[in-house]
Structures are given as structure tokens and as C-alpha cells.
């Protein structure tokens, strides 16, 4: 079973960055989708970024052009650049990684605060 551990959350100002990490234990790193969603209280959890094996980025629509996602396949881990940091991206964001038609596991999640 992979397990996902987060870190690099904390309390930035706005306009600020911050840089995400997520170490999966295991093997099979390389052929997961990975991604980072995130949480703020009171909503549901949204996407944030995803990669694919072949290191294919997506992004939603609020964090495109301002947040990177990348994967070092060589150290199982996936990292999320975030820059112009937001209030509103204030949340906690989660590992999320997938593989086959319907495995998927979540790492606990690493709060981000960001002061205006």
C-alpha cells in the first residue's frame, strides 16, 4: 500500500510562495497520476494540479499561471511550486496519487495560510 506524506505548508503573506512536497513510500511511483487538491473550511475539496506518469500537467482554472506542478520520479515525489499567493488559496492541501481504473490514496494533508 502507498503511502503519501506531505510538507511545506505554513504561514505565508499574500503575494508570497511557498513550495509543496509529497514522498510517496513504495514502488510504483512512476506509473502513478499524482495531484494536489486542496480544502477550505466550509467547501469541498477541489483540484488544485495534476501530472501524469509522463509528467503532462493539468491545472484548474484559479491556480494556472501561478502554480507549477512537477514530479521527480528518481526520489518518488511531487512537489507544487505556489507563487502570488492568494487569501483565497488559503486551505489544506492533499496528496493524491492514482493508478489503474480505480486505486487511488490520499496523503493527511498539510495546511497552507495565507495572510492579506
Known amino acids: 500500500q502507498v503511502q503519501l506524506v506531505e510538507s511545506g505548508g505554513g504561514l505565508v503573506q499574500a503575494g508570497g510562495s511557498l513550495r509543496l512536497s509529497c514522498a510517496a513510500s513504495g514502488s510504483g511511483f512512476s506509473i502513478y497520476v499524482m495531484g494536489w487538491y486542496r480544502q477550505a473550511p466550509g467547501k469541498q475539496r477541489e483540484l488544485v494540479a495534476t501530472?501524469?506518469?509522463?509528467?503532462?500537467?493539468n491545472y484548474a482554472d484559479s491556480t494556472k499561471g501561478r502554480f507549477t506542478i512537477s514530479r521527480d520520479n528518481g526520489e518518488n515525489t511531487v512537489y507544487l511550486q505556489m507563487n502570488s499567493l492568494k487569501p483565497e488559496d488559503t486551505a489544506v492541501y492533499y496528496c493524491n496519487a492514482r493508478w489503474g481504473l480505480r486505486s487511488t490514496t490520499w496523503g493527511q494533508g498539510t495546511q497552507v495560510t495565507v495572510s492579506s
Open positions: 501530472i501524469t506518469s509522463s509528467g503532462d500537467p
